[in-house]
């Protein structure tokens, strides 16, 4: 692979940034064109992945190699130098949705079989489920986590603050979490000595003493901590039943926040409680139609209404569930316009951006009326809680955070070789029966065993040694390079974290560095990292993975107003490089107001700072001179566009993507035709700059004239290339002058 391998690999995702790259793209091949640098793109979108799990029933055009395990063998290189865009994560109904699609196209693709009885249903489900959830990311990050704000990002947020809701003393909107028998109470864990490494299984013994293997061969090298626990669902059950009432008793919206789409076993199972609970009076008067006419609670009410829409005795079942919506408290809302709420899809609301958006409008959600009101968060397990709970608390009493005046919260992650819960798809199960579970070595030894009944949700995690070391360094090197506050998250009263810490605690003291950090639980680090941003001082949070996606989101959404100017840098455990662009998501609600009024609000800040990285990264790996002078002009140019305030804005008829492309492209063209380090590229540039500046007037009326109308992408999952670039490229002097 090495010899054919493009310098940069930019992959092709989904939805927003997807759609920006038909413009962003081609401005990006063409300027590292002229310093010999290859771009080459490998497709890791839904639609892409899809496609290529099906090959062998498409015809000769359709079909398309599987770039996703081409790409997770590259990051395993010292080759590597990836471009990573989000993709999306898929639940169970947007699969649904892009099969349809593809099926609409041409595409021989089967249903998706929710519940599988046959031998080829279950091979097409075993297919699926692969592509299902967070399925990419695990595949690509082999390595661990650098997210924090560039310096000139922070900056401009400090002189351009956006708006911040108020907070009020006596603001109901709280953070409610399970008190026992959740995933953080029930959890033990290991660290495997040297006799223990190899082969793992897992196991249920059934009240009657049958013996079924869960999974098998699960290979563990010695040093890797090992963990294990359940979620109880009757506990779980009578939890969401308590606030289900006490949220109509404290006069708030009800809303749950899970992330079922990275957790893509456990979460949608316990989005599934939540509708059944919410719905407890339908459920308990039609259950057994329900099931039988394919409702699946997990998959949500919106295809709950379908399905019901469709039942013989649907009417009177449709009406019975708005009275009882009626007569709960009222729901936290997705878009109460359309009246999609919180219950409708599983993937709407995910944690990490839904509830840093509601703290960052002073803890407001929106109701089913369109109005703004105190909200109850619920957040079922409690492992990671405590952290809004206690930014909710913080802001109550001291109002709300100034971004102006702010510090920043950088992140050093755990998340290389699919650490920690991350990586529990494979070892998370569903518990058929009652029972224990267990686990087993291939030594004898037996490290985990709970007793759990039918319903329960009983996962396994691991940490590998040379993960955990790798992030030990990178904290270790962040926090001299940065010479501040450092806290390594971990609460030692958690099972799991009290075997990192015996990690930590001796490299530090290895190190010399003990006194550079501290440990704290969750709680008291959000406390303390608030209180220093409040004095405009920067703190790094060094945290494992579900640590990493959370504040990566919700210090970024309090302080700079969006996770999407994010500099995130992966660094490959095998001496790659991954660059991510920013750390949110495929913004599906841009997609949705470009299709309506040709507007596309998706700011790429994230791509150019991750694109100047990528662009020194080569230039260091590979000695190549040229693509250091590009990518120090990207920062030049990066620079430009939020100093000029070319960022995109939020409505139609005001500057979007594209113009923020064009203004790249102008600043990065100047500081290429205007750096003295390479005569040849300055000479290159130097014309294109002047064409630029030249036009600039037309270009900007060209892109202008395109908003306003519709926008037609020949797909939703699955666009059509031609009608999106036609889109994202509406002005001819500008595509003329890039070439
Ligand atoms: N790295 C990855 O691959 C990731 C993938 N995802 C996937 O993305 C999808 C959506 O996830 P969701 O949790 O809704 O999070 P998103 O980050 O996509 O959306 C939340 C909101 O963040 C704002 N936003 C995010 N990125 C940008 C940007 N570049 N420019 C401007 N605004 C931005 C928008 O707010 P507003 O509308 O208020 O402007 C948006 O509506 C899911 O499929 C999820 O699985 C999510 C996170 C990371
Ligand atoms: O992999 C996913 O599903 C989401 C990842 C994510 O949200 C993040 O890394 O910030
Ligand atoms: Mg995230």
Redesign the pocket.
């Known amino acids: 692979m090495a010899n054919s391998t493009p310098d940069i690999i930019y992959t092709k995702v989904d939805e927003a940034p997807q759609i920006a790259s038909a413009s962003l793209l081609p401005i990006i091949r063409a300027f590292a064109s002229a310093a010999g640098v290859s771009v080459g793109v490998k497709d890791i979108s839904l639609a892409g992945r899809i496609i290529a799990a099906f090959s062998d029933r498409l015809t000769l055009a359709q079909k398309q190699p599987d770039d996703l395990a081409e790409l997770g063998e590259l990051v395993k290189t010292p080759d590597a130098n990836v471009i990573k865009l989000?993709?999306?994560?898929a639940s169970v109904p947007q699969l649904i949705a892009a099969v349809k699609e593809l099926q609409s196209q041409g595409y021989d693709i089967p249903e998706y079989p929710e519940d599988p009885q046959t031998a080829e249903d279950k091979t097409v489900r075993a297919r699926f489920d692969a592509i299902k959830g967070s399925a990419?990311?695990p595949v690509l990050r082999e390595g661990n986590s650098d997210r924090r704000a560039a310096i000139a990002v922070k900056n401009y947020a400090k002189a351009n603050p956006h708006s911040m809701g108020k907070w009020s003393a006596d603001s109901k909107t709280c953070v409610s979490t399970m008190t026992s028998d959740d995933f953080r109470s029930n959890e033990t864990s290991v660290t495997l000595t040297d006799a223990q490494a190899g082969l793992a299984r897992i196991e249920h013994v059934s009240a009657d003493g049958t013996v079924t293997v869960l999974k098998d061969k699960l290979s563990y090298p010695a040093g890797t901590v090992v963990d294990a626990t359940f979620m109880s669902a009757s506990a779980l059950d009578t939890f969401l039943a308590e606030q289900i009432d006490a949220s109509k008793r404290n006069g708030v919206l009800f809303s749950i926040h899970l992330k079922a789409?990275m957790m893509k076993v456990s979460d949608p199972i316990i989005f599934g409680h939540a509708v059944r609970q919410f719905l407890k009076p339908v459920f308990d008067a039609h259950g057994p139609a329900l099931a039988a006419a394919g409702v699946d609670a997990n998959s949500g009410l919106g295809a709950m209404l379908e399905r019901v829409a469709e039942m013989p005795a649907g009417k009177a079942i449709a009406e019975q569930i708005h009275a009882v919506i009626a007569d709960r408290a009222p729901m936290y809302m997705v878009n109460s316009d359309r009246g999609i709420s919180n219950l409708h899809v599983p993937?709407d609301v995910?944690i990490?951006?839904s509830i840093p958006?509601l703290i960052r409008a002073g803890g407001k959600g929106y109701g089913p009326d369109g109005k703004a009101a105190d909200t109850n968060c619920v957040i079922p397990d409690s492992s990671y809680a405590a952290v809004y709970d206690e930014t909710i608390r913080y802001f109550k009493e001291t109002g709300a955070l100034d971004p102006s005046t702010a510090g920043t919260v950088q992140n050093v992650g755990l998340m290389a070789q699919k650490a920690e819960e991350y990586g529990s798809h494979p070892t998370t199960f569903l518990i058929p029966a009652d029972g224990t579970v267990r686990m087993v070595l291939e030594n004898g030894d037996l490290v985990h065993q709970h007793n759990v009944q039918a319903g329960d949700i009983w996962r396994a995690a691991s940490t590998r040694k040379a993960a955990i070391e790798d992030w030990v360094n990178l904290a270790i090197s962040r926090q001299k390079a940065e010479n501040c506050q450092a806290i390594f998250w971990l609460d030692e009263t958690r099972a799991h974290d009290a075997q990192l810490i015996a990690y930590v605690k001796p490299m530090l003291a290895a190190a010399g560095v003990a006194d550079k950090f501290q440990i704290l639980a969750p709680r008291e680090a959000t406390r303390l990292s608030l209180e220093t941003i409040r004095k405009g001082e920067t703190s790094i949070a060094v945290s494992g993975n579900v640590l990493r996606d959370y504040l990566t989101d919700l210090f970024p959404i309090l302080e700079l107003g969006?996770?999407?100017k994010m500099l995130s840098i992966v660094k490959l455990m095998n001496g790659g490089g991954m660059f991510?662009t920013?750390a949110?998501?495929?913004?599906?609600?841009?997609v949705q107001q470009l299709v309506e009024e040709n507007h596309l609000?998706?700011?790429s800040l994230?791509e150019f700072c991750a694109l100047g990285e990528s662009l020194k990264f080569l230039a260091d790996a590979k000695g190549n001179e040229k693509a250091r002078v590009l990518g120090n002009a990207v920062d030049v140019a990066t620079q430009g566009v939020l100093d000029h305030n070319h960022s995109p804005q939020y409505n139609v008829g005001q500057k979007d993507n594209r113009d923020s492309h064009f203004y790249f492209a102008l600043y990065w063209a100047r500081a290429l035709a205007e750096q003295t380090v390479d005569a040849e590229l300055a000479a290159h540039f130097a014309p294109i700059a002047q064409a630029l500046t030249d036009k600039e007037a037309v270009i900007v009326s060209e892109l202008g004239a395109a908003q306003g109308t519709l926008a037609d992408l020949g797909g939703y999952y699955h666009t059509d290339d031609a009608k999106v670039a036609a889109v994202m490229r509406p002005s001819a002097t500008f595509a003329e002058i890039i070439g």
């Open positions: 989000p993709n999306i994560s990419v990311n789409t993937s995910i990490d951006a958006a969006t996770s999407a991510e920013g949110g998501g495929s913004a599906p609600k841009h609000r998706w700011d994230g």
